[in-house]
């Protein structure tokens, strides 16, 4: 007996070693004017940053044909490299629910979360895909039923099976694949800096596969490409935010939304993202998406009883059917013939959402302390999914009976599709209201991503650290703003467009970098599992 | 005059608090009262520990070590916050009204270039804002 708990006892002295690294959070860190960085992420990512835009603004045209090329390279050529990881992702995500390794906690057996379901819920939709389920909610499913932009599986547009199939189709981009990425990629950042110990920064769910090379300058690359993915991610969509929430208050109001008024929606957004960076995530973005979350669900609750109950009814039925009889045709990546459907929007999705998966997944990783692998995988699968359903069905399924029955101007197809979301509301009851409400969702989700955004990059440049000065995460949120501003004022679109088609890039190479994350969590996962047996065999 | 003192510790800076830690201790020798150090930490492995647990229990040892070496009654209190960065300050004023204590006395840097040109100056001006208690800053 006494021999058989000293094996055990050696068995987790041996097990524990492993991750024994000698390691210390911010040893790196140059420590200077009340200041604390990564050294070299920190100052090459920040020099980086500084020599994209001023290419970008020297050279628009050539930046956007360059970095357009590549992007479109990328869809054409890694289509099939791109969908097939996207459907690894949702089967690993799969797989971890249900193994036994689902039973381990984010934080240790002892964790408690750190935030209530609610808020938490809340803010898993702070960090990028709030906004998009605003702009996007009407307008995809009204693009595929019109053949705006493709069809989804070449289906004929304004057909009856075009109505399933466009719900079906938006719900597969914004359903169970992306949710699976950022799952991933939040699931194995907090599982290596809650229950492994190691800095909360992206080169440390490596450290099963590299050890303690991820702490040099192959760590160092992987960090650099995640800040930059970000911070262009981030201050190219404020730029195209600020010129869609333009020309919604310019629908709204008759005014002109030209650059000044683009600037001051910028400065706007920054200014609040920097109250609420300051008030800290309890009295900042927790608070922002609680508040987002009650108006986003008036919103909904409006548009499904304005758009008439019974419509909903069948427009709920649809998107699920539709969900359910696409995901796997769409999912497949050989022989497709829908080619600008499939490049133009899952390719492009799939980038988009891999590129923004360090920022968002990093994000939530943040706020899962406490709760187990099992609940944590199966509340960000399923729960977003589901919530998105609904308001796909809702947005969505309003848009398109609004076209069927021609009425309002989404029956002459799309023209602006900034304007899309507010010329739906525009033929329901109270527009005027319903407008100024979805204007201000946009905003305030774009003061969530920036500062969200903001801690993330903070996290990564301080190589880890969450009680770096705030003064740093005010250079992030600024300099996001900044980015927008300069690139809207002097590069105008075509800067925008380089630089967004650059971050969406990224999105090829973080590709096999989330693939062997996979391998690389796994690894981590059974390593924490044989050691709580081993513990629990000691116990008994 | 004053019934117990309250110092607040940065755990991975210790090195540099020398003559805060000995004014504190002069204090509590001289008014007789004990001394608990305050420490915060973020819920993710930071540069002290790699967990809230093992984080508090650094400070015990390091309250235990300053007791044994100046000869005071010490105690710790370690604090967690999700947001270290940003909720510092408000935690040490949490830990003022935990510990009930009359003095706070805590080590800053004379005020320089970056104070000027931070939106946040230094956490020990803050609490002296903030705070009702009498704050000593040592620098």
Redesign the interface.
């Known amino acids: 007996m006494h021999e058989q708990s000293t094996d055990a006892e050696q068995l987790i002295a041996d097990l524990e070693e492993v991750y024994e690294t000698d390691y210390e959070v911010g040893q790196d860190n140059i420590e200077r004017f009340g200041l604390d960085m990564h050294n070299p992420v920190f100052f090459i990512s920040a020099s980086l940053i500084v020599l994209f835009v001023a290419l970008s603004l020297l050279f628009p045209e050539a930046a956007k044909d360059g970095l357009e090329s590549t992007k479109a390279w990328i869809q054409v050529v890694f289509d099939w490299v791109l969908l097939s990881a996207g459907n690894v992702f949702v089967l690993f995500c799969i797989a971890l629910i249900l193994l036994p390794v689902g039973r381990i906690r984010i934080g240790g057996d002892d964790a408690e979360p750190d935030f209530s379901l609610v808020s938490w819920f809340a803010m898993l939709f702070a960090a990028g895909i709030g906004i998009g389920l605003m702009f996007w909610g009407v307008a995809e499913p009204a693009a595929y039923y019109t053949d705006w932009y493709g069809t989804p599986l070449d289906i004929e547009g304004y057909t009856e099976q075009a109505r399933p199939a466009a719900l079906g189709a938006t719900m597969y981009h914004w359903g169970l694949h992306p949710w699976a990425i950022y799952a991933v990629v939040a699931l194995a950042l907090a599982f290596f800096s809650y229950n492994k110990g190691l800095p909360l920064t992206i080169r440390s769910t490596f450290y099963p596969l590299l050890g303690d090379r991820v702490w040099g300058p192959i760590g160092n690359v992987i960090d650099i490409l995640a800040v930059l993915a970000t911070i262009f991610g981030l201050a190219t969509s404020l730029g195209f935010g600020a010129q869609q929430a333009a020309a919604g208050i310019g629908f709204l109001f008759d005014l002109e939304g030209g650059l000044p008024t683009q600037l001051v929606i910028i400065g706007c957004v920054t200014a609040l993202a920097l109250i609420s960076v300051l008030r800290g995530i309890d009295g900042g973005v927790k608070l922002l998406s609680n508040i987002n979350m009650s108006l986003a669900l008036v919103l909904l609750l409006f548009v499904i009883v304005a758009g008439s109950l019974s419509a909903f009814v069948v427009n709920y039925g649809q998107t699920l059917s539709g969900y359910f009889q696409s995901i796997l045709p769409l999912s497949n990546p050989v022989g497709r013939t829908d080619d600008t459907f499939y490049h133009e929007w899952t390719i492009f999705y799939w980038a988009w959402w891999i590129s923004w998966s360090p920022f968002v997944g990093m994000f939530i990783a943040r706020v899962s302390r406490g709760r187990t692998v099992r609940q944590f995988l199966t509340a960000v699968l399923v729960v977003p999914t589901l919530v998105t359903t609904v308001w796909m069905a809702a947005f969505g399924g309003s848009g398109l009976d609004q076209i069927e029955q021609g009425i309002g101007q989404l029956a002459d197809g799309i023209g602006d599709e900034a304007l899309v979301l507010f010329q739906m509301l525009d033929n329901l009851p109270l527009a005027s209201l319903t407008s100024l409400l979805g204007i201000c969702l946009v905003l305030v989700f774009f003061v969530t991503s920036s500062d969200s955004g903001s801690l993330v990059i903070d996290s990564i440049t301080s190589g880890g650290k969450t009680d770096a000065p705030v003064t740093q995460r005010v250079f992030w949120a600024i300099m996001q703003g900044v980015i927008a501003a300069v690139l809207l004022s002097i590069g105008g679109t075509a800067a925008l467009d380089a630089l967004q088609a650059g971050a969406v890039s990224t999105g090829l190479p973080f590709t096999f970098v989330l693939l062997a994350m996979c391998v690389s969590l796994a690894l981590g996962l059974w390593h924490e599992h044989q050691l709580n047996q081993a513990i629990e065999a000691v116990e008994v | 005059m004053f019934e117990r003192i309250m110092v607040p510790v940065a755990l991975?800076h210790a090195d540099r608090m020398e003559r805060t830690l000995d004014a504190a201790a002069d204090l509590a020798r001289q008014y007789e009262a004990p001394v608990t150090y305050v420490a915060?930490s973020?819920?993710?492995?930071?540069?002290v520990a790699?967990?809230p647990e093992k984080f508090a229990a650094e400070l015990d040892m390091f309250a235990r070590e300053q007791g044994s070496r100046a000869g005071i009654t010490t105690e710790a209190l370690t604090l967690t916050?999700?947001?270290?960065?940003?909720?510092?300050e408000?935690r040490l004023l949490e830990g003022i009204e935990k510990t009930g204590a009359d003095l706070v006395v805590m080590g800053s840097?004379p005020p320089g270039?970056?104070?000027a040109?931070?939106?946040?100056g230094s956490h020990a001006a803050w609490l002296v804002r903030h705070s009702d208690v009498s704050v000593f800053v040592v620098r």
Do not use: C, F, Q, W
């Not at chain 2, 973020?42 to 540069?47: C, H, I």
């Not at chain 2, 916050?81 to 510092?88: F, H, I, Q, T, V």
């Not at chain 2, 040109?117 to 946040?120: E, F, S, T």
């Open positions: 991975d915060v973020g819920k993710v492995p930071n540069a790699r967990t916050s999700n947001d270290p960065g940003a909720e510092l408000k840097h270039v970056a104070d040109l931070h939106l946040i």
